[in-house]
Nanobody, 123 residues
C-alpha cells in the first residue's frame, strides 16, 4: 500500500517558521515528482511547491515564493517543506503528493496524496 504521511504541522505565531515532512512508503520518491498543496477553509486546494525527481527544478505558488522551500532526501524517502515568515493566511491543511516524473512540475497532476497535516498561524 502506497502511503504518504505528513508530519510537523502545528500552531505557530505569525512571522515564525515550521518544517513539514512527508515520509513515503510503498513508492520510491526518486522516481516521482513531489509536491505540496494546501487547503484552507472555504477555499479550493492550492498549489504550494513542487520538485522534480532529481531535485534540480522547483516550482512555487506565488503566495509562498521566497518564503517556503521544498526539498527532498531520496536516501530517507522523504520530502520536506520549510516554511518561514509565516502569515495567518498560510493557515491550512497541507498535503504532500507524488506524481509521474514525466509530467512537468508546473502541471498539477499527481497520483498519490497524503492525509494532510494542519498548520495554524496565529496573529
Amino acid at each position: 500500500q502506497v502511503q504518504l504521511v505528513e508530519s510537523g504541522g502545528g500552531l505557530v505565531q505569525a512571522g515564525g517558521s515550521l518544517r513539514l515532512s512527508c515520509a513515503a512508503s510503498g513508492l520510491t520518491i526518486s522516481s516521482y515528482k513531489m509536491g505540496w498543496f494546501r487547503q484552507a477553509p472555504g477555499k479550493e486546494r492550492e498549489f504550494v511547491a513542487a520538485m522534480d525527481k532529481n531535485g534540480i527544478s522547483t516550482a512555487y505558488g506565488d503566495s509562498v515564493k521566497g518564503r517556503f522551500t521544498i526539498s527532498r532526501d531520496n536516501a530517507k524517502n522523504t520530502i520536506c517543506l520549510q516554511m518561514n515568515s509565516l502569515k495567518p493566511e498560510d493557515t491550512a491543511v497541507y498535503y504532500c503528493a507524488a506524481g509521474p516524473a514525466v509530467v512537468s512540475i508546473w502541471v498539477n497532476v499527481y497520483t498519490y496524496w497524503g492525509q494532510g497535516t494542519q498548520v495554524t498561524v496565529s496573529s
